[in-house]
């Protein structure tokens, strides 16, 4: 049934951008999240203009208020608005969560590349280790990591580094193997093409698909788990704002208000499920077989 | 000939959304007696896989869809049944084996559970009678020990030895029609030699009608009946196998029967149909053979040729059928 | 004028994890090839036939080296293949090229026809656009596509006309050496034919020698000058076409040549049918590996195993009980006029 | 099929070395000095010369790494620095409570999941499958600990159903005290396992062996469940290890939220506290436990699958 099942147009017919975007605009709720996306960067961008306060001035004459027409989200327990604290907030979980994702993709593209494609003792070794940090759950490594390291913004992306790689390693890896063995790759051996240029012209293009859609994917896990370390007290530390430790600041007063946790954790959830729905339309775009409907 | 078993008319498939679908299967009718063996040919995007889906109503759905036609089992039309009553009819009046052996049996049920489930599904027997069934059936495909192969998993087993598996499974409730889709493709020659000849035994101990579908004219020639001959969802071209192979009179069948390297055509270069298969959306109104023959006329172009008798037994769809012949 | 191109000698690949710690585990090394030899004259196809799992694909790579063998040797136009350097063995490539059976997993999704046909131009020094598209363009006419195709890609196309891309790519740089490995059986049966045309049209224009691997010995005889089978990995009869058609003498290839179904129904009375399955290749009877399923076994095929001996003119076939017979074939076993 | 599952125990011997020797290394040869992490920057010298005796800090690395391999074989972890209870009698109180949390978050999510994935498999496209769409979307999105804090503000501080903090007493006092954490975690697992459940069961039902079931005349729900569910679960159960993994390290979070006693609240004050020898201990258990579930999947995996049984 070949005639039938005639796959979706890749990118190699019109840029990725033009068939993202007309993937976007087919889909309302994606059109919704990724305008919401755009409104937290603006706002994470410019906190220093939009913010309506200082997120670190305390003041002992407005402690635990509830929202009002002066403070939208109200203030904490040691009267800081909770709103500006989570405008800026945002740029520590938005920088965290996108750069570390990042490099942890490009490191671990480059070993799994290796690994997949020149095999022996590389790939044994390199195989073995992200085996095994595979079997930890991030979040794990996460402490692990954090609890040697500290918690200044390059430790925490080192972190995320750490816990992310493997994941990339083990999906580079994989498909260069897949790649490897394809019959196209055996040609471009067989002309006389040499490895760095096969891997540069014929493996990284055919994997860089699955390993964007991974990324995207893995940016929305990196803001829960900058959330999650900052609120184990083993991230971002106090008094400089992050959505997770703002929680935790908020636990420490849930008997005052719980408006920084209602609030933080929203914001969380929104930033989490935005890039999530995003993410998946750049799958749907790049990686259709694997789309979840 | 008696009275079919098995009747197909005007048989048509949609795939694809209301509105936008795409015939996939135009107007098939073709009939089976008791006992026959029919043949279906055709390559790739034929059809020929579909059209078998279709007579157990397992075409995926959405989005395929049946159209139109009836399929008749001894006068029953089962495109009438309600969908609930299928599964009484799979399996024990019809039953179906498939290309792949390898993936065609459950992974993580023993061969022994998986057959003797079919028997279980439509004979009221007992544990013990079904184990003593299964046996028999295994036996009877040619599995060596049984008792310790019954509690075998599918990859202990060959391809080859996997599809008697699926031939012991089909014939375990005497269907009254067994589907063999492509049931050698993936096998070796020497294996296929054999699941050919054990077919050929069964067809003989059980009197079971076949309908085996292949893109192998070879295949076809050695067990078949009569053939019928399929290109882009339409039936070309029909007639007993003697016939197909000695005279054909589709200019279709013709190129093909001539494309194949034989001892007849050794050292001359071979006949090649030139062009290759249109995509379903771009098939017009016309003999869907048209861009590639060899003998199109005008009218070819955008009126359907009807099937054309040439003989009692045999009939084609090309209007380059001499009148006189018709 | 026959001019030896491809000598190979003893050449056996064995597949073997790297090592086994683990000493409850079982051994599982497979011999895919073992000891196989045999010549190939410029201009001429050898097919390689066998059913699967028997090896004749690992050959094809052993061949070009695009595996490395683990013994034996590949002399190619005097040059010990084996023996060469990375670099020294991809100015080689230029003379020995292959064509792959899977029309579509062969050319990379991505590229276009322009780009997939220059990459081994490319390799080898022809860098100019300019050149590149001129000869291009000539490679798609041979093959029967237009240069308009230039800028499509793989997907735009059908089977068999990506089967004419990979065709093309393969004669870029003139080799004298081809392997074909299964380049037809993929195809549907209408177009089969138009790509062995093909195949055989360029084999004639530049005087190139095949290895033909293949299943389908309907194809092997139209194609072939000489053909080998291969079973479990070794060759069991070698020779001229006309003489391992007619008359086979080893068990095995005449079980293959009567166990294809043919539509001729005369062929059909005398088939043999073998028992069994083919052995797992990393369980190899010992002595004659055919034996478990051979009609003729005796004991001492058990104990030795048999080795490939002259039974006729340039016919070799390895069973303890093939004697030598005399040939009375021409050219072509059956007349050609009657079609 | 005992020689296979001994096999994989012996396996588990070198992986878990391989995890004892990845906790070192990132404790030791990270950048950072223990001593320093462990008493602060401001300590003095001799202070901190004193510790790295204490610690063992001063020997070799090679020597501290044998010794720190004999320490966990020996389970001798030392006292902590801060509490007055050796260290494997901190890790003995507090295991038990991230134990019970991790069963019954578990146990809640596989039981809410099942169900809802194969629901939402047969009725795909249909509003049963879009609600689990949403609620597996919601699931992801939404922190942990943050669900906790909204379930700790809304039933216990609010309504007041349950306790606010601890562990519990007696048997029911420590179910009481373990329905919000567990239900929290649990839930989000649900949402994860019932789209895992929905994928694994669609990609299992387009295989051949579907249609053979169908085609020997099965009835719908014997193909879905004694054909398809039987193979989908092979995915599963490897979700289940994820999942089971995802949510120990997960109690980390919810402990600290409803204030229980369990392995992750200690784990963090020791980390904050830079009670090292507490720390250390905390990480090898959590490293033990990973080592234990993925052998216990490998193992699971060779009843559910019969081509690893016969490898």
């Known amino acids: 049934m070949s005639a039938v099942a005639e796959k979706p147009a890749r990118m190699d017919d019109n840029g990725l951008i033009v068939q993202l975007w007309a993937a976007i605009r087919r889909e309302p709720i994606t059109q919704f999240f990724l305008f919401i996306l755009i409104i937290i960067m603006v706002v994470a961008a410019f906190a220093d203009f939009i913010a309506p306060y200082n997120p670190v001035q305390q003041s002992l004459l407005r402690l635990n208020q509830m929202p009002s027409a002066d403070h939208w989200l109200g203030t904490d327990h040691y009267g800081r608005d909770v709103l500006s604290r989570i405008i800026y907030g945002a740029r520590n979980s938005l920088l965290i969560g996108i750069i570390s994702p990042i490099i942890a993709a490009v490191v671990g593209t480059f070993l799994g590349v290796v690994a997949g494609y020149f095999g022996g003792w590389a790939d044994r070794l390199i195989s073995r280790v992200v085996d095994l940090l595979l079997a930890f759950p991030a979040l794990l490594l996460g402490i692990l990591v954090a609890a040697a390291l500290g918690s200044g913004f390059w430790d925490m992306v080192a972190v995320l580094t750490v816990a992310f790689a493997p994941q990339f390693a083990r999906i580079a890896r994989a498909s260069t193997l897949a790649m490897r063995s394809e019959p196209f790759v055996e040609a471009a051996v067989s002309c006389g093409v040499g490895p760095l240029r096969i891997i540069a012209r014929h493996i990284l293009p055919n994997i860089s698909g699955s390993i964007v859609v991974v990324l995207t994917l893995w940016i929305a896990t990196a803001i829960r788990l900058e959330a999650t370390l900052s609120f184990l007290g083993l991230g971002t530390q106090a008094p400089n704002p992050s959505w997770g430790n703002i929680i935790r600041d908020g636990l420490n007063n849930i008997f005052g208000s719980s408006w920084p946790i209602i609030a933080a954790g929203a914001a969380i959830t929104l930033t989490v499920l935005a890039f999530n729905m995003v993410g998946d339309a750049v799958r749907d775009v790049l990686d259709p077989e694997t789309r979840d409907d | ?326 | ?339 | 099929m005992f020689r296979l599952v001994a096999l994989r125990m012996l396996d588990a011997i070198p992986t878990m070395l391989l995890a004892l020797t990845l906790v070192f290394i990132t404790l030791r040869m990270l950048p950072g000095d223990p001593a320093i992490a462990a008493l602060g920057e401001y300590a003095t010298p001799q202070q901190l010369e004193l510790f790295r005796e204490q610690m063992g800090l001063n020997l070799p690395l090679w020597q501290q790494y044998f010794v720190f391999l004999w320490d966990v074989v020996t389970l001798d972890f030392g006292e902590s620095l801060i509490s007055s209870f050796s260290v494997g009698q901190l890790i003995a109180l507090h295991l038990p409570f991230t134990i019970e949390l991790t069963i019954a978050a578990m146990l809640m999510g596989t039981i809410m999941a099942l169900p809802l994935g194969v629901i939402a498999a047969t009725q795909r496209g249909k509003s049963a499958d879009s609600s689990t769409r949403i609620f597996a979307l919601l699931g992801f999105a939404v922190p942990d600990f943050y669900l906790g804090a909204l379930m700790l503000i809304v039933f216990a501080l609010n309504l007041g159903w349950f306790p606010i903090s601890g562990g519990g007493s007696d048997f029911w006092d420590r179910m009481h005290h373990l329905a919000l954490p567990a239900f929290t975690l649990g839930i989000l697992k649900a949402a994860f396992l019932s789209r895992l459940t929905r994928s694994s069961l669609l990609e299992v039902l387009q295989k051949d062996y579907i249609r053979t079931a169908r085609a020997k005349g099965g009835r719908e729900r014997r193909v879905i469940y004694r054909h398809g569910l039987r193979n989908a679960l092979l995915p599963i159960a490897t979700g289940l290890g994820l999942s089971t993994l995802a949510t120990l390290s997960g109690s980390v979070a919810i402990e600290l939220i409803f204030n229980r006693p369990g392995l992750g609240n200690l784990l963090v004050g020791a980390i904050e506290q830079r009670d090292y020898p507490v720390m250390q201990a905390g990480i090898v258990v959590f490293a033990f436990f990973v080592v234990l579930v993925n052998l216990a999947l490998d193992i699971i995996y060779i009843f559910i699958d019969p081509r690893i049984r016969s490898e």
């Open chain 3, 1 to 339: 004028m026959t001019e030896k191109l491809l000598e190979v000698r003893n050449l056996s690949k064995i597949f073997a994890p790297r090592f086994r710690i683990n000493p409850l585990k079982k051994d599982s090394s497979v011999r895919a090839v073992d000891n196989v030899s045999f010549d190939i004259d410029r201009g001429e196809t050898l097919a390689l036939v066998g059913e699967s799992g028997c090896g004749k694909s690992t050959t094809g790579r052993l061949v070009l080296r695009l595996l490395d063998a683990s013994e034996g040797q590949v002399t190619f136009d005097g040059q010990n293949v084996n023996a060469l350097s990375s670099s020294e063995l991809r100015k080689l490539r230029s003379q020995m090229q292959i064509v792959f059976q899977d029309p579509f997993g062969s050319l990379s999704p991505r590229r276009t026809v322009e780009q997939i046909i220059a990459e081994p131009m490319a390799a080898f020094g022809i860098t100019r656009r300019a050149e590149q598209r001129e000869r291009i363009t000539t490679l798609l006419q041979q093959v029967g596509l237009s240069p308009d195709d230039m800028r499509k890609y793989p997907r735009q196309f059908s089977g068999g006309q990506r089967q004419r891309i990979g065709i093309a790519r393969a004669i870029a740089l003139g080799p004298s050496f081809v392997v074909a490995d299964e380049p037809v059986s993929a195809l549907d049966v209408s177009v089969q034919a138009q790509i062995v045309n093909l195949m055989q049209d360029i084999q004639k224009q530049h005087r190139m020698a095949y290895l033909f691997i293949s299943h389908d010995l309907a194809i092997v005889r139209h194609i072939a000058d000489r053909v080998a089978v291969m079973y479990l990995g070794r060759i069991i009869e070698i020779g001229p076409k006309a003489t391992v058609f007619s008359a086979p003498q080893h068990p095995y290839t005449q079980a293959l040549l009567s166990a294809a179904p043919a539509i001729d129904p005369k062929k059909r009375a005398r088939r043999i049918v073998l028992t069994g399955d083919v052995p797992s290749p990393s369980a190899i009877p010992s002595g004659c590996s055919f034996r478990t399923r051979c009609p003729l076994a005796q004991p001492i095929c058990a104990q030795e195993q048999p080795p490939l001996k002259t039974v006729a003119a340039g016919q070799l076939t390895a069973c303890h009980f093939a004697e030598p017979h005399p040939i009375k074939i021409q050219s072509s076993p059956t007349p050609l006029t009657t079609a």
């Open chain 2, 1 to 326: 000939m008696t009275e079919p078993v098995l009747k197909v008319d005007n048989l048509s498939i949609e795939f694809g959304p209301e509105g936008g679908a795409l015939r996939v299967i135009n107007d098939v009718s073709f009939s089976v007696g008791a006992g026959e063996c029919l043949g279906i040919v055709g390559e790739s995007g034929s059809g020929k896989s579909m059209t078998s889906l279709a007579i157990m109503r397992l075409i995926p759905s959405p989005p395929g869809r049946i159209a139109t036609g009836r399929v008749e089992l001894e006068g029953r039309n089962l495109l009438d049944l309600p969908m609930s009553q299928m599964p009484a009819i799979r399996g024990n009046d019809i039953a179906m084996i498939f290309q792949e052996p390898m993936s065609s049996l459950n992974p993580v049920m023993t061969i022994g559970d998986q057959i003797s489930e079919a028997i279980m599904l439509h004979e009221p027997m007992n544990a013990q009678q079904r184990y003593k069934r299964t046996l028999e059936m295994l036996t009877l495909v040619g599995i060596p020990d049984p008792e310790k192969r019954f509690k075998s998993y599918p990859h202990e087993f060959s391809g080859g030895m996997r599809q008697r598996v699926m031939i012991a499974m089909a014939l375990s409730c005497n269907p009254k029609v067994l589907i063999a889709d492509e049931p050698t493709t993936a096998l070796d020659v020497t294996i296929q030699a054999q699941v050919l000849e054990l077919m050929r035994d069964l067809r003989t101990k059980f009197q079971t009608s076949i309908v085996l579908i292949s893109h192998d004219l070879g295949v076809i020639a050695d067990i078949a009946d009569r053939v019928l001959v399929m290109y882009c969802g339409r039936v070309v071209e029909i007639a007993n196998v003697d016939e197909i192979f000695a005279d054909p009179a589709h200019p279709y069948t013709e190129g093909l029967l001539r494309s194949i390297p034989s001892e007849t055509n050794e050292g001359q270069r071979l006949y090649q149909i030139p062009g290759t298969v249109p995509a379903v959306a771009d098939r017009g109104t016309g003999c869907t053979f048209y861009d590639r023959c060899p003998k199109r006329m005008d009218i070819c172009k955008n009126e359907l040729p009807p099937h054309f008798k040439v003989s009692e037994t045999h009939s084609a769809a090309c209007f380059a059928i001499p009148e006189a012949s018709r």
